[in-house]
């Protein structure tokens, strides 16, 4: 399956006068399921509509090249928040950027969404447009800003576009679709789960959960967290109910989250007709380097119950585990093992958490993950269910398909639930088979009270779980080390608590 169209000259070649959807986004124009705008795009054209692809513009030009869609754009910052693209946490300019071509930085402007959509909006003034990806779905809400050091509005208010996907958009995208063909427009679109759209406080919802409001939490700490707790709380796709923030004469309202996708559904969004490569008008820059870290990499599920503090998987993929068969994901080790490029080695079975295959626990399907409640934190939850046997299962199928030498774990093992089993059968082949020399596990921290912090489990754990680990490496021989990703100046993290980490990092 080709490249969808970038040009006019694409579109001509195809017989298009005008296309369905434009797609915006600010990565270079890569087709490969890591990338989120390429599974919407390849859904969208699996639905038998006309899609075209306008990867970081600059000029009005390359806004209008494709002309006007006729359902809509669709827009994304890209895989990342383009200001964590583009600046350092020491708010220094980024020159690299390993999703631009070339690996330069500088091809995407500070606060993409914003950019593009206000663009659009001058240059084609009655085109609706639907916002998505990691920068739009975090940026939902008003939220505190480190480049700017203020709390901002919702994006969907200052971008100016008239829907807002969170979340992984697989489902939400095909109900848009389905609504377009009614004869719906995006700004009449109001009902539909994992979206965000914006009307006058005299619609707000009834029975829905209200926030403070933008100008509260805006200049009130305790405002925005309590604000920022009922959204946390909030995000399940089971009890989760519609939340509501006004914003000056505007009520933002968040419909409840989008479900989970079936198994078959998973599995058909990462078996579209992906190229699996940058689009050849980057050849002669040197490609896209982020490309190198997932072209040999399968990631067989979604979503993490581990709910740490600080991290925003929760508010993105959910904390309900989603999974793809295994037929599926060793179908895809077959293709990558006879592409021409393969060199024996898959680099990966992961996603947010590699070992992680199953809910955590049976109540959830039904009643969904406990709130305020964490399965791992500070201890895991008695009714907590650990099991390896179906990852493990894979890996080794894995390791006898032809022409692979060598399958690595490099996603984050979750340490704290490896522990747990009480079958090491995993753990050993883990370490015998899939490990490159380093293993990857997050502990964060070396003081409990920062981790406690932080939702993460004591020190202790780690501990245990380290002499576990070079007790069975020892046993077999080999010389491989745990490297332990930590976090320094979490909030609530004093002086005493650096200087522990430091004697910690002495020891360790």
């Given amino acids: 399956m080709p490249f969808l169209p970038v040009s006019r000259k694409d579109m001509q070649e195809r017989n298009i006068e005008q296309l369905d959807f434009i797609c915006i986004t600010g990565d270079a124009y890569v087709d490969h399921p890591s990338f989120g705008i390429a599974i919407i795009s390849r859904m969208l054209e699996s639905f038998g509509c006309t899609v075209g692809m306008i990867a970081q513009p600059v000029s009005d030009s390359d806004f209008t090249r494709l002309g006007k869609p006729k359902y809509c754009f669709m827009v994304t910052g890209g895989n990342i928040d383009s200001m964590v693209s583009n600046y350092t946490v020491a708010l220094k300019k980024r020159n690299d950027d390993a999703y631009s ?8 402007p500070d606060r993409a969404v914003n950019v593009y959509c206000r663009t659009l909006k001058r240059l084609f003034p009655d ?11 975090l940026r939902r809400f008003a939220h505190y800003d480190y480049w700017d050091d203020c709390v ?6 200052s971008s100016g576009a008239e829907l807002l996907m969170y979340g992984m958009g697989e489902l939400t995208v095909t109900e848009i679709w389905n609504r377009f063909k009614a004869g719906d427009r995006l700004r009449d679109m109001h009902d539909i789960r994992g979206t965000c759209w914006l009307t006058e406080p005299v619609n707000t919802p009834i029975g829905a959960v209200q926030c403070d409001s933008f100008e509260l939490v805006r200049d009130n700490k305790k405002a925005y967290a309590k604000a920022c707790r009922k959204q946390y709380d909030e995000q399940d796709e089971v009890y989760g109910r519609t939340i509501v923030q006004r914003h000056g004469d505007v009520m933002l309202v968040q419909n409840p989250p989008q479900r989970s996708l079936t198994q078959s559904e998973f599995d058909r969004a990462y078996e579209l007709p992906y190229m699996r490569a940058y689009h050849p008008m980057y050849e002669k820059e040197g490609g896209v380097p982020s490309i190198k870290e997932v072209e040999f990499s399968i990631t067989h599920n979604r979503g993490c119950f581990g709910f740490c503090n600080f991290c925003s998987i929760a508010l993105h993929q959910g904390r309900r585990i989603q999974t793809r068969s295994e037929e599926s994901v060793l179908n895809e080790a077959r293709e990558l093992a006879a592409m021409p490029d393969f060199k024996g080695y898959i680099h990966d079975v992961g996603g947010p958490t590699a070992d992680f295959r199953f809910p955590s626990c049976e109540k959830q399907i039904k009643s969904g993950l406990c709130k305020g409640k964490k399965c791992l934190a500070p201890s895991p939850c008695p009714n907590m269910k650990v099991d390896h046997t179906e990852y493990l299962a894979i890996l080794r199928k894995m390791r006898e398909i032809k022409n692979v030498k060598k399958v690595f774990v490099r996603s984050g093992i979750r340490y704290d639930y490896l522990i747990e089993d009480s079958n090491d059968e995993f753990m050993k082949e883990l ?4 490990i490159s020399g380093q293993l990857k596990v997050a502990p964060e921290h070396a003081s409990n009270k920062v981790l406690d912090y932080m939702g993460k489990p004591h020190i202790e754990v780690y501990e245990r779980f380290e002499k576990k680990f070079y007790d069975i490496t020892k046993g077999m021989g080999k010389e491989q080390y745990l490297v332990p990703y930590l976090m320094s100046s979490h909030p609530g993290c004093t002086m005493k608590d650096a200087v522990d980490l430091a004697v910690f990092l002495k020891k360790h």
């Fill in 101 to 108: 071509a070339g690996g330069k930085g500088g091809k995407r």
């Fill in 127 to 137: 085109t609706e447009i639907a916002i998505g990806g990691l920068e739009a779905s």
């Fill in 152 to 157: 901002l509005p919702s994006i969907l208010v």
């Fill in 431 to 434: 370490i015998a088979n899939h």
